[in-house]
Nanobody
Framework: VQVVESGGGLAQAGESLTLTCATS????????MGWYRQTPGKQRELVAS????????TYAEDVKERFAISRQNDANIIHLQMNSLRPEDAAVYYC????????????????WGQGTQVIVSS
């Protein structure tokens, strides 16, 4: 299974970046995809996720007014639009894929991308 992230980089505080994640190769359906982030010495934390079947989204409290997660049509591709970036948003962002066993309603394996660095200068 491939999980490919793109779009990280350097931004100044107040600017925007868009992260993209595409997954392929799974024999399972996709239950949800999302973004987590991690800084040195801290646990990986959920930033945003989207459930494919319902379109429901979940956001961390500190990003819900600034970030937007979306799915590209019916593809296994998601985007994270990050606006009004702050220095504290700097982290390695990881794409997460949670699969489901179609027809059984149960969760399948989950996969992670390699991570993409987001740097925000003040």
């Amino acid at each position: 299974v491939q999980v490919v992230e793109s779009g990280g980089g350097l931004a100044q505080a107040g600017e925007s970046l868009t992260l993209t994640c595409a997954t392929s190769g799974s024999h399972y359906g996709i239950q949800s995809m999302g973004w987590y982030r991690q800084t040195p010495g801290k646990q990986r934390e959920l930033v945003a996720s989207i459930t494919f079947g319902t379109g429901d989204t979940t956001y961390a409290e500190d990003v819900k007014e600034r970030f937007a997660i979306s799915r590209q049509n019916d593809a296994n591709i998601i985007h994270l639009q990050m606006n009004s970036l702050r220095p504290e948003d700097a982290a390695v962002y990881y794409c997460n894929v949670i699969t489901e066993i179609v027809g059984w309603g149960s969760r399948g394996p989950q996969y992670w991308g390699q991570g993409t660095q987001v740097i925000v200068s003040s």
